[in-house]
């Protein structure tokens, strides 16, 4: 009897480290998605060039069309729908949030280099030139409930145009 009992025990433990390294895998793996959807999805709000600016030889990217191409882009690279939440079929488990979407282009008047500097997201960057910010978060996923609430997944995103001297 003893020997059932020390043997559920090591089974037990067995299982409950199985399911956080399975955890873990699925945390990186959500983390890479998201990683490489908001850095497309800054890249193709980064073309919504204001042309008439351009024409004038300033680089102004037009923040609603911006917005809208970088909602659009993680919509279709993550497989989610009007509201950002997952539709079936997506990996995503849990509604995606923008939290932070910033542009820095020559409408703001700043000067290029640039040193971008956003604590709460962790963000330091010198920035070369006009630029889209972008930060999504989701929650962490949960195959095993535990009495520690684990953090959102927060990835943070950012396109530049490099100016040639």
């Known amino acids: 009897m003893d020997y059932v009992i020390k043997l559920a025990f090591v089974l037990l433990i067995f299982v409950y480290s199985w399911f956080f390294q399975i955890q873990n895998q699925e945390w990186d793996m959500l983390r890479s998605m998201l990683k490489d959807a908001n850095n497309v999805a800054v890249h193709d709000a980064s073309q919504e060039l204001n042309e008439s600016a351009r024409a004038q030889g300033s680089l102004i990217i037009d923040p609603a069309e911006a917005y809208a191409t970088f909602l659009e882009s993680l919509q279709r690279n993550l497989g989610l729908d009007d509201g950002l939440s997952p539709m079936a079929g997506s990996r995503l488990q849990t509604r995606v949030k923008i939290v932070k979407f ?64």
């Open 102 to 165: 910033d542009i820095v282009d020559d409408s703001t008047g700043v000067t290029f280099p640039l040193l971008y500097e956003d604590s709460t997201y962790g963000i330091t960057k010198y920035i070369q030139g006009p630029s889209v910010i972008a930060v999504i978060e989701t929650k962490h996923p949960v195959l095993i409930s535990r009495a520690k609430v684990q953090e959102a997944i927060i990835v943070p995103a950012v396109q530049e145009y490099k100016v040639n001297d």
